[in-house]
């Protein structure tokens, strides 16, 4: 019970924990009285009471798990060991064994996460033997994460150990074709080498030469020449390490982080380094656009790796420092939409939203005024809401027009497809679906391939033809987006395909969508897993479909859980 209160921050209702914690007690909100009571007698008379539910924690007390969620900013990863109420299983009551699963992995997934961003800090810092250590024990969570194998490596070349990391290079490169069946990833292949460019010998240092290069760097990018304008960033940063200009290397490094994140599809630990770098020399605390950046694009990727406790932590800090930038916080609220919309907190993501497309209006961003306007479109397609959603969309079309940003119609002409399908429209749907998919293909954008490929899926089970949904389902599956959001809604669809053909795949799917959403938590998809477990027959998914999805405020999921088990929210 002390688990479950720690991790309602916004509280629970007694009759809901009672029916979670004690199904079979003949009486189960007395069962809760009496645990609630001793509870107090251990923790402190106001520690926990009212309805709904809250625990508050007595000075001198602490929670292991409250503080890995949300770590101080002198907390050291590597005291977050073991297990969410490790060896403990609780077969006779499956709906929190359920909740129970779903944490551990979330948790896991954190710690994880606070390892691998604890390494690349260290490694910014100065202390290679701190980041080695780091990024070790952060392989032994997860052996195939690409981005901890580079973060490693990374720091035994700056201790100037080349054969070591060589060595790890091989470990992974073993591992990834033994256990994968493919090559070393790129970004370990990266960290292997020096790719900084090098000035000219005679070229001054200084703070002139460094922002022409910034500036010729922004035209080449606006130009459309991705490559020169990276080469002429990275020889910004090289010149800017020469100055003793802090801020401006700190504002040479975000830029060309930014650069890499949103223009050359780079989400791994290159670019994760660049940032933490970049704070390094900046300074953490404090109002600075420059830091602001930094944080907002660290949560960005969090968002995207799906980690949404450091998400929530790092925009936090952006929306802290971006005080008094009405421009810069327009694009934190964006992402700490994303974030909302990904853990089906709708309410909030609609707010967000709504207020980043305001104040992208006033400081006439009109690319930002898309996209915040595309994803409110999008939180208003998965609620249902196909007006809404069709008026944002469209609003986000003529905008992604009238800018030229061809790099994002694929996203806004695949949900814009989607709202179609929705609304029964197939032929409009498939005009829009279609291009999505040739556009995204063409730019060989994974995140978007795979969008495309799931409403490519959902258009042709729409139309009864099985064999083409499957056709698409494993042609989006062969990217690998780095955004697991749509790994996520691409493996939902999957499984009700493999469901409906009777394929044998349907639980290999069902069950990577649930890990994934699990540890990535994206609650609205980890109740659809279990309601796949529950249409292959699964009685305890069956049990646990209406306990989680009451706390999410969908009508569109309310209506397809009804459609397919009668279950009443």
């Not at 551990?104 to 997934?109: A, D, Q, S």
């Not at 900084?196 to 002139?208: I, N, Q, R, T, W």
Request: aromatic share 6%.
């Amino acid at each position: 019970m002390l688990a479950y209160l720690a991790l309602q921050p916004d509280g629970t209702g007694r009759a809901r924990t009672a029916a979670l914690l004690f199904p079979d007690a003949e009486d189960p909100l007395g069962a809760l009285r009496w645990n609630l009571s001793e509870l107090r007698r251990t923790l402190g008379a106001e520690s926990v009471g009212g309805d709904p539910l809250r625990l508050v924690l007595p000075a001198g007390w602490h929670c292991d798990v409250l503080t890995a969620l949300h770590p101080a900013g002198d907390a050291d990863p590597r005291a977050f060991d073991g297990q969410l109420l490790e060896g403990l299983a609780f077969a006779d009551c499956p709906v929190f064994e359920s909740w129970l699963e779903d944490q551990r992995h979330r948790i896991e997934n954190c710690v994880l996460a606070l390892l691998y961003e604890a390494s690349l800090a260290a490694l910014s810092a100065g202390r290679a033997d701190d980041a080695v250590d780091l990024a070790t024990r952060a392989l032994r969570l997860d052996p195939f994460n690409a981005d901890c194998h580079a973060a490693l490596i990374k720091a035994l070349l700056s201790l100037g150990e080349y054969r070591r990391a060589r060595e790890q290079a091989d470990k992974c490169r073993d591992l990834y074709r033994r256990e994968l069946g493919l090559g070393l990833p790129a970004e370990v292949r990266r960290a292997l080498v020096d790719a900084d460019p090098v000035a000219e010998p005679g070229l001054p240092a200084s703070a002139a030469t460094v922002r022409s290069y910034l500036d010729a760097a922004g035209a080449s990018l606006s130009a459309g020449s991705v490559d020169r304008g990276l080469e002429q960033l990275r020889l910004a940063v090289g010149l800017a390490q020469r100055t003793d200009d802090h801020h401006l290397l700190a504002e040479s490094l975000v830029t060309l982080s930014g650069a890499m994140i949103h223009q050359a599809g780079g989400r791994g630990a290159e670019v994760a380094d660049l940032l933490h770098r970049a704070l390094s020399a900046e300074g953490p605390d404090g109002v600075s656009r420059t830091a602001a950046t930094a944080f907002r694009e660290l949560g960005y990727l969090s968002v995207q790796r799906g980690v949404p406790d450091r998400a929530a932590g790092w925009l936090d800090r952006a929306m802290r420092a971006a005080e008094g930038l009405p421009d810069e916080q327009a694009r934190i609220l964006a992402i700490q939409g994303m974030l909302a919309s990904d853990t089906a907190h709708y309410g909030d993501a609609v707010a967000a939203f709504t207020e980043s497309g305001r104040l992208a209006r006033e400081v006439g961003n009109r690319r930002q005024q898309a996209f915040s306007d595309a994803l409110l479109g999008r939180v208003h397609l998965l609620r249902g809401d196909l007006e809404q959603a069709a008026a944002c969309l469209d609003r986000a079309r003529n905008w992604v027009a009238g800018e030229h940003w061809t790099a994002f119609e694929p996203f806004v002409a695949g949900v814009r497809g989607e709202t179609y399908l929705a609304a029964g429209r197939l032929d409009a749907a498939a005009d829009l679906i279609d291009r999505s998919w040739v556009m995204a293909e063409l730019a060989g954008d994974h995140c978007y391939m795979a969008l495309a490929a799931g409403a490519e899926a959902r258009l042709f089970l729409a139309h009864g033809d099985l064999a083409a949904a499957e056709h698409w389902i494993n042609r989006g599956l062969e990217p690998t987006p780095w955004y697991l959001w749509y790994s996520a809604r691409l493996l939902d669809v999957a499984a009700e395909v493999a469901i409906a053909t009777g394929s044998p795949r349907a639980s290999e799917f069902v069950e990577r969508l649930a890990a994934l959403a699990s540890r990535s938590g994206m609650r609205e998809f980890v109740v659809r897993a279990q309601s796949h477990r529950a249409a292959l027959g699964d009685e305890a998914a069956a049990q646990t479909v209406p306990w989680l999805a009451k706390e999410i405020d969908n009508p569109a999921l309310t209506a397809f859980l009804d459609r397919r088990h009668g279950v009443s929210l």
